[in-house]
């Protein structure tokens, strides 16, 4: 019988509750990374820690570095390889924590407690940390698998519609492109938060026990509006939120799809319709269209998801059914220069 090591990418055990309560099943050797400002505003939960090993960090892109790495590294040295590590906070904290779990010791248990909607429906799931090296995004990471997910709705109140909005957002990408009849039902009536990251969860555990290590080309269709998102939020010099720069990336995938004659008209149009972007989503995509095709192109070279000149996109036959396609220079930028510029 193999035991496997700590970070395996085994389904993790989705416990959902308070986390006053779940955290009195940790075992003493604990160390909790939280993001300080959940700290601050769930005082509950900062003192149901006060007798743990709590190690502060400030979220955003800024967290995710190798001198962040380093610098929690020297407070672990007498920290053992059997000890647990909770990542309590949005996905920054999760993905530098799963990095700080995969390397400490060669690899430590990892428990995530996710407190924004967007951590809790993706970045909890699938085993990915990764760190940013320059302007470079997630330009180093690793898979380290965790053993359990806390899902605390009570989290959630504290974040902005606009945070809401981008979870939901990356919840409705997991239906749309996966699963036909769960995206009618929502498209009739939409799920409150708790069962919609619920069921967008369990989607995603499919594609990632499918295809753990994005080798057999399945884990790709998460991926879906990322290609213009990574773009779009780039150019918008990061002042647009990552899920709001996918929602956007959503439409240009939809535009693209109807070009080149593969997501029908009423598909693409059904699926705007019921996406959660924010209002004015037309809008302030034909404003970052202003932005240079030559800047665009600098962008998607960068990018990891083919040259500029022929980009791997993901994009819909139909509600739930998808294909990678590779998409000419000609057909991106005809829509950037035309349509979404208007
Ligand atoms: N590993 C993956 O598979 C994966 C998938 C998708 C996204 N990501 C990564 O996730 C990151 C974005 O995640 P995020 O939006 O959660 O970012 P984040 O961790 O930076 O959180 C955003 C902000 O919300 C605050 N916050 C967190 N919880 C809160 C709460 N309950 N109430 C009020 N404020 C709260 C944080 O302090 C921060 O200011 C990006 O770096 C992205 O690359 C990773």
């Known amino acids: 019988m193999t035991t496997l090591p700590p970070g395996a990418l085994t389904p993790s055990v989705d416990r959902t509750g308070r986390f006053v309560d779940l955290v009195k099943s940790l075992p003493d050797e604990t160390v909790v990374f939280a993001d300080a ?49 909770v990542a309590l906070g949005g ?57 359990e997910t806390w899902l605390c709705p009570k989290f959630f109140d504290t974040l902005s519609e606009a945070q809401r909005r981008e979870g939901r957002l990356e919840a409705w990408k997991m239906v749309v492109t996966l699963d036909a009849a769960t995206a009618r039902r929502w498209m009739k009536k939409t799920p409150n ?40 939020e780039s150019v918008s010099g990061f002042s647009l939120r990552h899920g709001e720069a996918v929602g956007l990336g959503m439409l240009c995938a939809l535009d693209v799809g109807v070009d080149l004659g593969l997501t029908p008209r009423g598909v693409a149009e ?24 030559s800047k665009v192109a600098k962008v998607l070279a960068a990018d990891k998801k083919g040259s500029a000149s022929q980009l791997r996109m993901v994009l819909l036959e139909d509600l739930g059914r998808w294909r990678t396609v590779g998409v000419d220079a000609k057909t991106w930028q005809s829509r950037w220069t035309g349509s979404w510029r208007a």
């Not at 594609?207 to 290609?227: A, C, I, Q, S, W």
């Not at 319709?273 to 240079?292: D, E």
Request: without cysteine; hydrophobic residues 45%.
């Open 193 to 232: 938060d708790l069962a919609l990251l619920r069921e967008a969860r369990d989607l995603k555990e499919a594609v990632v026990r499918t295809d753990p290590y994005e080798t057999k080309g399945v884990r790709v269709v998460l991926n879906f509006g990322h290609t213009f998102g990574h773009v779009l």
């Open 37 to 85: 400002r959940v700290l601050r505003l769930h005082r509950d939960v900062a003192k149901s820690l006060s007798k743990r090993t709590v190690i502060p960090l400030t979220a955003g892109e800024g967290l995710k570095s190798l001198a962040t790495i380093e610098r929690v590294a020297k407070r672990l040295s007498g920290v053992s390889r059997s000890a647990t590590f």
């Open 91 to 147: 996905g920054t904290v999760g993905d530098v924590v799963t990095v700080i779990a995969h390397l400490h010791k060669r690899g430590v248990k990892l428990v995530h407690a996710p407190t924004t909607l967007l951590a809790a429906v993706d970045s909890s799931i699938g085993g990915k940390g990764a760190v940013n090296v320059g302007d470079v995004k997630n330009a180093l990471g690793v898979f380290h698998g965790p053993v």
């Open 270 to 293: 059904a699926i705007e319709a019921a996406l959660p972007n924010a209002k004015n989503a037309r809008a302030v995509l034909a404003k970052l269209a202003k932005v240079p095709v």
